[in-house]
């Protein structure tokens, strides 16, 4: 389903994955292992149980992980090893997170979303926690690069509803290249908005 009000809400939830904007999440936790990253808490708004994964920050160390192009197998077939990585390191604590929220909010449903390098790896956490028996309402992301070969990225279409926005003239969603045998997965949302900034994406989804 396209909310473009609740997306919206979800990009400023991305910028406060960054640490630039103060999260409004309610019993918000950041989840920090290295240089991966995500926030997760309670929206009283949409009243979702909300993780926003953070993207590249221009740190060397986050585009040594997104031009890492091997691949890691899985029995939903190969991913992109350096997303597949990042969002596993951070599962631990995220899952107490979330059955700790569920204690305080059942029947609020999960919603994962993230920017940029963000975008892949909430679709890779989406995966593990599937592996958990934890059910995923939506997947929602700005300017992701692929991460999911073919077969896999079947896996994410028949599983999850997965929402993808993509601005004019954003070179990152079309990393890796197709000749490396990755694909997108979900439905792509054209904006008229350009370029890869995250402020950007908050413009054209409103």
Known sequence: MINKTLHKRLATHCKAAYGRYISPLYNSERIEIENDQCIIGYDNVCKKIVIAFRGSDHEWKDWRSNFRFICRETDWGDMHRGF?????????????????????????????????????????????????????????????????????????DFYFDIIRYENRFDFVPKLPFWSFGFRHVGKRIKLKTKKHDLDNYIKGVA
């Open 84 to 156: 597949y990585n990042s969002s596993q390191k951070l599962m631990h604590q995220l899952i107490r997170k979330i059955e700790s929220l569920k204690k305080i909010e059942p029947d609020a449903k999960i919603i994962l979303t993230g920017h940029s390098r963000g975008g892949s790896m909430a679709c890779t956490a989406a995966y593990f926690l599937h592996l958990a028996n934890i059910e995923i309402e939506q997947i929602v992301t700005f300017g992701a690069p692929k991460f999911a070969q073919i077969k896999a990225s079947k896996k994410f």
